[in-house]
């Protein structure tokens, strides 16, 4: 998903920034906007750039990356139960640093290292959509991200494996009356975004180090109230990590991923300039059946929204969009299972599953899949 995911909780770490870097465990906001400058405004601060192709290495990939302002986490996918009722989930985990350089440690409290985390459930069947944020420092054990053996957390949400970083990967998470524990098991090669994992984000030189495994095969648990699911389906990851932030001139953006029943996947994400044409700098990735990756530049996707969704938050958002992806001569109708997907958090943002139908030739084709839109809201 494009870089510019740090804006969603910006304003939250901006917040934050006085506490975490005092070490006091007493949550304190400050009175000036000086912090939430700061944290937006990293590029100058001492911290690596991701500013030219590198050689992914794993498991330590999997893991943090604490030089660098802010990476994340991503899952999102379709599961069902074996009779058929439908659910999706977002489960994602971010991590910033508010200073290039680890802090004195004076407290057992203290850290540079902030975690936060989302996890969204939605129910098709009951119309229902559930979302909760919670955040911790990385300190005390309370929250934090270690490539060996591979683990990431915020308090008792985490996304762990086996030693050296093997699936399956377990994601657990419960808040309330929801939970999530699945597996996922990836039945695709990992796929490098971009320029063999550079992926350039805006004219004034933005980028992340960017993969995703676009399909991951998943099982386990949903939970609601006293109800538990068995369920299955299919997940997908997306994993970044940067320094840098949305240009001036972008507003937002939409992030498409899209899993066909042929076995084919598609990402797609468009930056949006003020005035919402499309920036040059969004692209997204086909994957075929066989893992084989073909890149989408800007142009190599044409995108139209069919119809809207006013939020009762306020704010508007595409709710139903055609898709057409001219050289391979696919159009598909994209729809949610239903409107309201948004998640009202630090900075609202709609997060949703989808549904997927079309053509690619002469052939007929669905698939379900997820849609991030952000910008629509307010201003980021």
């Known amino acids: 998903m494009p870089l510019a995911r740090l804006i969603i909780t910006a304003t939250f770490i901006a917040g934050l ?12 906001f400050p009175a000036h906007k000086g912090e939430l400058a700061m944290a937006l405004n990293n590029n100058h601060l001492g911290y690596r750039q991701a ?3 590198r050689r992914f290495r794993f498991p330590s990939d999997y893991g943090a990356h604490p030089r660098f302002a802010h990476e994340w986490w991503y899952f999102t996918g379709n599961l069902e139960t074996y009779s058929g009722r439908r659910f999706g989930y977002e489960l994602t985990i971010f991590r910033f640093a508010l200073s290039p350089k680890p802090v004195a440690h004076e407290s057992a409290w203290q850290t540079n290292q902030l ?7 939605t129910d098709a069947k009951a119309k229902r959509f559930y979302f909760h944020q919670r955040f911790s420092r990385g300190a005390l054990g309370l929250a934090g991200a270690r490539a060996a053996p591979f683990k990431i957390w915020v308090e008792d949400w985490a996304v762990s494996a086996n030693a050296g970083g093997r699936f399956p990967w377990r994601l657990q998470a419960a808040v309330g009356p929801m939970a999530l524990d699945i597996k996922v098991f990836p039945v695709k090669p990992l796929v490098l975004q971009g320029d063999r994992g550079l992926d350039l984000k805006s004219a004034q030189g933005d980028a992340s180090y960017y993969y995703s495994y676009t399909r991951l095969k998943t099982a386990g ?26 240009a ?37 990735v086909w994957i075929g059946s066989g893992g084989a990756t073909a890149s989408l530049a800007y142009n190599d996707v044409v995108i139209k929204a069919l119809d809207y969704w006013n939020s009762p938050r306020g704010g ?3 709710a139903r969009w055609r898709l057409a992806v001219p050289a ?37 084709v669905s698939g379900r899949g997820y849609v991030e839109l952000t910008g629509y809201a307010g201003a980021l």
Not at 17 to 28: A, E, I, N
């Open 51 to 53: 500013d030219r192709a």
């Open 328 to 364: 391979r001569d696919c159009r598909f109708t994209v729809a949610p299972i239903f409107a309201n997907q948004e998640l009202n958090v630090w900075v609202r943002y709609w997060e949703g599953a989808v549904n997927v139908k079309g053509t690619c030739g002469e052939r007929a």
């Open 115 to 121: 975690y936060t985390a989302h996890l969204a459930l």
């Open 248 to 284: 001036k001139y972008q507003t937002g953006w939409d992030w498409f991923a899209l899993q066909f029943d042929n076995g084919a996947d598609l990402m797609f994400y468009r930056l949006r300039k003020q005035g919402g044409a499309t920036d040059p700098y969004s692209g997204g």
């Open 221 to 246: 648990h949903l939970r609601f109230g006293r109800t538990r699911f068995t369920v299955s389906g299919l997940s997908w990851l997306d994993r970044e990590w940067s320094s840098g932030v949305l």
């Open 17 to 28: 920034c006085l506490t975490y870097m005092v070490g006091r465990p007493k949550m304190q």
């Open 316 to 318: 508007r958002y595409p």
